[in-house]
Nanobody, 113 residues
Framework: VQLQASGGGLVQAGGSLRLSCAAS????????MGWYRQAPGKQRELVAT???????NYGDSVKGRFTISRDNTKNTVYLEMSSLKPEDTAVYYC????????WGQGTLVTVSS
């Protein structure tokens, strides 16, 4: 199983970005897909998750600003980020729970003030 994340970049505070993460590799079904992030010098933290049952969960710091969605036909999860803040700057990692947890390579999001 491979996860390919894309969509990171540099954006000004208050702006928006959309991340995508596509899973491939003979996948039958994915239980949970989601995103974590890790800022320099900090631990990895939950951003958002999306279960196969359609339930979503968000980290407290992004609630109301970020939206996770999922396209099961494409094994892809998206993260719409708006009202970005400098403290959102981090490497964003997507993951998929398919029995085991698989991680994408990470995509850097930089929010300038």
């Amino acid at each position: 199983v491979q996860l390919q994340a894309s969509g990171g970049g540099l954006v000004q505070a208050g702006g928006s970005l959309r991340l995508s993460c596509a899973a491939s590799g003979g996948i039958f079904s994915i239980n949970v897909m989601g995103w974590y992030r890790q800022a320099p010098g900090k631990q990895r933290e939950l951003v958002a998750t999306f279960t196969s049952g359609g339930f979503t969960n968000y980290g407290d710091s992004v609630k109301g600003r970020f939206t996770i969605s999922r396209d099961n036909t494409k094994n892809t999860v998206y993260l719409e980020m708006s009202s970005l803040k400098p403290e959102d700057t981090a490497v964003y990692y997507c993951y998929a729970l398919i029995g085991l947890i698989y991680w994408g390579q990470g995509t850097l999001v930089t929010v300038s003030s």
